[in-house]
């Protein structure tokens, strides 16, 4: 189903790497890779040192003397990225299906939040956050997340993530095409995962554990 189909690397949320039957999968543990490859390169691209880096934290310390007469600014360090489906297209030619774009969107989970509140109704987490770590947010949607938004799409780092998205979106269309088939009913949401599980269930640990200690040496 497509609600178990997610991965979380969070310090704040051990518990809540991936769905326990979506983590039994070779596809739950290469998403759970991405993710931290996604983590290291959103950390390299606001380091200082480099050059989007140095453009970045130049607009943040530009904008806040502007509008606040101030550079302390209480920067939030675990400004944490989301990469959601966006858009895709599907050729569809008797039984057969090719998928003819596929497009996903980066965003900040700040806007991923706020989204999911407006959709519910105006249930769902705050978003308020200060004047100088919304400025901060602000030049991290105009400076660094086109700059991801690329990198996931075009990247090499992203090749993985584009097949397993491609992969979903075919299976997105064989869903609603083939449920009544007798495959469809037999397997369709039911989340059966024998067959295909990866050969060692500790490896969605082990990258949990790499990236808790990448997060603490910075």
Known sequence: ?????WVNLSPYEKDRIIDERFGLTDMGRD?????????????????????IGRDFWAEVYSKAQEQFGTIDIPVDNFNKV???????????????????????KVMLEADYLAMENNVAGGRGTSTEHGPLQELTKQVLREVIVPVLEKEVNTGRHFARLRQIYNALILAAWYKKTMRESFLGRAYVDQ????????????????????????????
């Open 1 to 5: 189903p497509e609600e178990q189909l």
């Open 191 to 218: 989340g059966k995962v024998e067959g295909i599980q990866q050969l060692d269930p500790g490896e969605n640990r082990r990258i949990y554990g790499q990236y808790l200690e990448a997060l603490q040496k910075g």
């Open 31 to 51: 998403l759970l890779a991405q993710d931290y490859i996604l983590k290291q390169i959103t950390a390299s691209l606001i380091y200082p040192e480099e050059d």
């Open 82 to 104: 989301w990469i959601m489906p966006d858009v895709a297209e599907v050729y569809q030619q008797g039984a057969s299906a090719m998928v003819l774009k596929a497009h996903l």
